[in-house]
């Protein structure tokens, strides 16, 4: 298994890729395990600013290992669901922990589960020849890697049930123009964008944008005052910070700035 999921670290990027372009990309559990573990591994490295998940070749994902379906189909209701919970959601539960930023590079088409990652993902990047779709209504299954959840915050009710219903694909100019992406390039130049994109956020200020980040994610569950209130707190954290520090004696400097992330 060890090559079917890759690992690395180069200028404050981390990015995992799916490698397993014979089967389209499809995870299995030990993967899942592994792509968890990674993730606790991102989130307590000082030396990873964002994280990144792509695949390799042309497709991003495309969801969970069919081949393994029919073990499954034989658990009992509750071996299925202990086993998803353990398993499949915990990618989900872990991304949500991360309050660093989070990137799914969309390089070519990513298929009920594999969209599901993409969706939980802060910022979502996709190839002009991409294609998307939510599958589940074809397969007599439902969104089980959090897609119900995620799709209707991201494109509104009324889209997401669209796609979840009639299966049908999206392409990137669709995908743009429902709000599901939020940039698309040129697949020759992708991964290239890709990665200038990630090194412009791994190059500010580490504190604010994972405050930024906290700030914006719990926005959603919270009343104005509130928000407010932490804020303020927040605030008062980065402007002793030695990188808003940073950030004057640079502008005043005329330099880029050198963030330390303290």
């Known amino acids: 298994m060890s090559d079917e999921l890759l690992f690395e670290v180069e200028n404050g990027v981390a990015t995992i890729t799916l490698n397993r372009p014979d089967k389209r990309n499809s995870f299995h559990d030990d993967m899942v395990r592994q792509w968890v573990a990674w993730l606790e591994e991102c989130k307590t490295r000082d030396d990873v600013k964002v994280i990144v998940f792509t695949g390799t070749e042309k497709s991003f994902s495309a969801g969970g290992d069919t081949s393994k379906f029919k073990d499954k189909a034989e658990q009992t209701p509750l071996q299925a669901k202990a086993g998803m919970m353990a398993n499949t959601q915990s990618l989900a539960r872990k991304v949500a922990e991360i309050d660093k930023p989070i990137i799914a590079a969309i390089n070519g088409m990513a298929v009920g589960g594999g969209l599901d990652v993409a969706l939980m993902c802060d910022v979502r990047l996709m190839a002009d020849d991409a294609r998307v779709a939510e599958t589940y209504a074809k397969m007599g299954l439902i969104p089980g890697v959090g897609g119900a959840w995620f799709l209707p915050r991201i494109i509104g009710k009324s889209a997401a049930l669209d796609l979840f219903w009639t299966s049908r694909w999206v392409d990137a100019d669709e995908a743009l123009s429902l709000g599901l992406v939020n940039r698309v390039f040129p697949a020759d ?10 090194q412009q956020i791994a190059d500010a200020a580490p504190l604010s944008v994972r405050f ?3 700030l914006v994610l719990g926005a959603e569950d919270t009343d104005l005052h509130s928000h407010l209130d932490t804020l303020s707190s927040h605030i008062a954290l980065v402007r002793t910070s030695d990188d808003h520090k940073e950030a004057v004696a640079a502008f005043k400097e005329k330099r880029k700035p050198n963030f330390k992330g303290a």
């Not at 130049?189 to 990630?198: L, P």
């Open 212 to 214: 930024i980040k906290r």
């Open 189 to 198: 130049t992708f991964r290239d964008e890709v990665r200038a994109y990630a």
